[in-house]
């Protein structure tokens, strides 16, 4: 998002919690619904999107249906389901835990091996970098809005910062949480707001 300074801003939200997420099992793919905590959290993300007083937002989801149904109950209206913000493709490791992941692969972190049969990490840059292309050109006409996943958002976040992609292996990003995205006057982008919640999250367990 290296461009020339726009009044406009971009909202990342990830999805709220799932039973795989809760459990840290790792979920790209495979369509996990989101938990009744997940649907208050994600309720709860209403007043603070009132807050942001959005600009005619355009609002973009992944394919999967925790995304849609986050922006749902958080009040916003999909534009667009978008490809591009579908969750890193872990392949053979699809719903198993870190844990289980390293009693095979001891040291394997998703940072920056990726996933066998899935999507190294250059892949996951590459789709995110060609995504914020399209958010550019979408900020000429107001605010834009993203409802997706956590380790796409960290990734997506360390691309917006022109960092490289490992730099999102020191994010958290908390289940229905909104980070908030800006230029200043040389056109620099900037993270203006980060882990956005409506719900009390000091104590949150889950991933």
Known sequence: MSTPASRHRLVYIRHGETEWSRAGRHTGNTDVPLTETGEEQARALRPVLDGLELVSPTVWVSPRNRAARTAELAGLTVTAVEPDLAEW?????EGLTSAEIRE???GWTVWPAGAPGGESMEQVRTRVDRLLGRVVDAMVGGDVVLVAHGHLG???????????????QHLMILPASAAVFAHDRDGVPQLTRF???????AHYTGR
């Not at 882990?195 to 999250?201: C, P, R």
């Open 154 to 168: 960290r990734v997506l976040t360390a691309r917006i910062l022109g960092c490289e992609p490992a730099f999102g």
């Open 104 to 106: 095979k692969n001891p």
């Open 89 to 93: 493709d872990y392949g053979d490791y």
């Open 195 to 201: 882990g956005l919640t409506g719900y009390a999250s």
